[in-house]
């Protein structure tokens, strides 16, 4: 572990205790603890991925794209950009995007740790111009019989 994510896991203990929970956790609880604010191999939880997404939405209107946002991490841009789309297309709720945003940060972990890499962000390649003549609404307009 990190010392971010060990710093973490003792504030949740410390809320805990203040919260009227028994010192010290048991060992199962000091476990479960870990999962849940310690984060993986990309050092988020679920809960950093729920913020970020919310901190995008929210804030995107300043920016051209997406790719200009300032991500505090590049796999939240990948996970952000996935979840938004999924979630316009199945009109997911609320719980069901906290659900969502769980599983894909598990799928990065995942992939993670078999050896990928986090691609950069990058902005996307344009779609190639259209020629600059005529179309052939133009030539039929011009009078030209057979188009081109």
Known sequence: MKSDQITRVCN???????????????????????????????GLTVRDVIAEYKRWKSESWRYGTSEQFPWRHPVLYHICVEMRREGVER??????????????????????????????????IA??????????????????????
Do not use: H, N
């Open 127 to 148: 779609a190639p111009k259209t020629p600059a003549g005529p179309t052939p609404a133009m030539q039929m307009a011009a009078g030209k019989r057979y188009v081109e």
């Open 91 to 124: 009109r997911l709720t609320q719980p069901e995007m906290d659900k969502l945003a769980a599983v894909k940060l598990a799928r990065w972990e995942k992939k993670l740790a078999s050896g990928f890499s986090v691609p950069p962000i990058r902005r996307q």
């Open 12 to 42: 949740a203990c410390i809320e805990r205790c203040e919260a009227g929970s028994t010192w010290p956790p048991d060992f199962a609880e000091f476990i479960a603890l870990v999962a849940e604010v310690g984060g993986g191999l990309v």
